[in-house]
Structures are given as structure tokens and as C-alpha cells.
């Protein structure tokens, strides 16, 4: 009987963190993609930022 009431306890607290990490994955992607644009060197050079040339 203890094996399935801690089973009954841990099942839905599992779900809960599963559902609430894919929740916070789904926000870093697209916090992630907002910040493509801007972190790209020419995202950076209109924001003023001097970008080296490693180019040779």
C-alpha cells in the first residue's frame, strides 16, 4: 500500500514539473530567437556596438 500512495503523491507532482519546464522552455525559445537579430554583427552595428573584422 505505501508503494502506491507515494506513486499516487509523486504522479501528479512529476506531471506538474514537466508541465511548468515545458512552459519555461517554450519562453527561452522564444526569447532566444528575439535576440538573433540582434546579436548577429549586423544587429550589433546598428546598435552601435564596434564589431572586430577577423577577415584577414
Known amino acids: 500500500m505505501v508503494t502506491s ?6 504522479a501528479p507532482i512529476g506531471q506538474l514539473f514537466h508541465r511548468r519546464a515545458d512552459i519555461a522552455l517554450r519562453h527561452m525559445t522564444g526569447q532566444t ?19 572586430a573584422d577577423r577577415s584577414g
Open 5 to 10: 500512495s507515494v506513486g499516487a503523491v509523486i
Open 33 to 51: 530567437e528575439a535576440l538573433r537579430p540582434v546579436a548577429s554583427p549586423r544587429g550589433l552595428r546598428a546598435a552601435g556596438v564596434t564589431v
